[in-house]
Nanobody, 123 residues
Framework: QVQLVESGGGLVQAGGTLRLSCAAS????????MGWFRQAPGKEREFVSA????????SYGDSVKGRFTISRDNAKNTVTLQMNSLKPEDTAVYYC????????????????WGQGTQVTVSS
């Protein structure tokens, strides 16, 4: 089992920045691919970003490329999502997820999920 706890969400104006963190516990963190997903009201959950075991490979959803940056610290068992140039359409609950199997943007590749943290971007 892996427990994931997100933090760092909040209310920010358009153009602002937020930094989300996800703290993991329970199993060897470096064994897991880590991802971020988000779900806006009335919409399906969508892929935001993923990072591989070492942190050397990152992927991003088209809507956040060039604005968001994912990173991980295996010594501290954390993964972060730096979000810059935020837009009202970034408003969503953001979820941290862990996969022991495959590097993927698919939700079904991820075995463990956090409870989510709310990000609200005002115009």
């Amino acid at each position: 089992q892996v427990q994931l706890v997100e933090s760092g969400g909040g209310l920010v104006q358009a153009g602002g920045t937020l930094r989300l963190s996800c703290a993991a516990s329970g199993r060897t963190f470096s064994n897991y691919i880590m991802g971020w997903f988000r779900q806006a009201p009335g919409k399906e959950r969508e892929f935001v970003s993923a990072v591989n075991w070492s942190g050397g490979r990152q992927s991003y959803g088209d809507s956040v490329k060039g604005r968001f940056t994912i990173s991980r610290d295996n010594a501290k068992n954390t993964v972060t999502l730096q979000m810059n140039s935020l837009k009202p359409e970034d408003t969503a609950v953001y979820y941290c997820a862990a996969s022991s199997r495959v590097y993927s943007s698919r939700q079904d590749a991820y075995d463990y999920w956090g409870q989510g943290t709310q990000v609200t971007v005002s115009s």
